[in-house]
């Protein structure tokens, strides 16, 4: 089993910065990717970005492409989402998830572990 806890949510103004981390513990070696994903009131869990464990390689939803970077710092088993220039439309809980399987993915079924949830609130 693989535990994440995420930190750093908050409340910030739009156009404004916000990071926010994912501490990874457990059977870490199981981890084949990391995600972050996001949902608004009302709204199904989407794709923000994921990162590849091992060797780095990332993919975007097109809604954060340019203003979002995922990281991961193996030494302390964290993955890291910075985001920048935020809207409005950003607002949502985010949520961590831990993938074991072969290849990238953006479907959050494809995702066996996952975070309790940071709320991130971009005021007007």
């Known amino acids: 089993q693989v535990q994440l806890v995420e930190s750093g949510g908050g409340l910030v103004q739009a156009g404004g910065s916000l990071k926010v981390s994912c501490a990874a513990s457990?059977?870490?070696?199981?981890?084949?990717?990391m995600g972050w994903f996001r949902q608004a009131p009302g709204k199904e869990r989407e794709f923000v970005a994921a990162i590849k464990w091992s060797g780095g390689s990332t993919v975007y939803a097109d809604s954060v492409k340019g203003r979002f970077t995922i990281a991961r710092d193996f030494a302390r088993n964290t993955v890291y989402l910075q985001m920048n220039n935020l809207k409005s439309e950003d607002t949502a809980v985010y949520y961590c998830?831990?993938?074991?399987?072969?290849?990238?993915?953006?479907?959050?079924?494809?995702?066996?572990?996952w975070g309790q949830g940071t709320q991130v609130t971009v005021s007007l």
């Open positions: 457990g059977r870490t070696f199981s981890i084949y990717a």
């Open positions: 998830a831990k993938r074991s399987g072969q290849r990238m993915s953006i479907t959050p079924g494809e995702y066996d572990s």
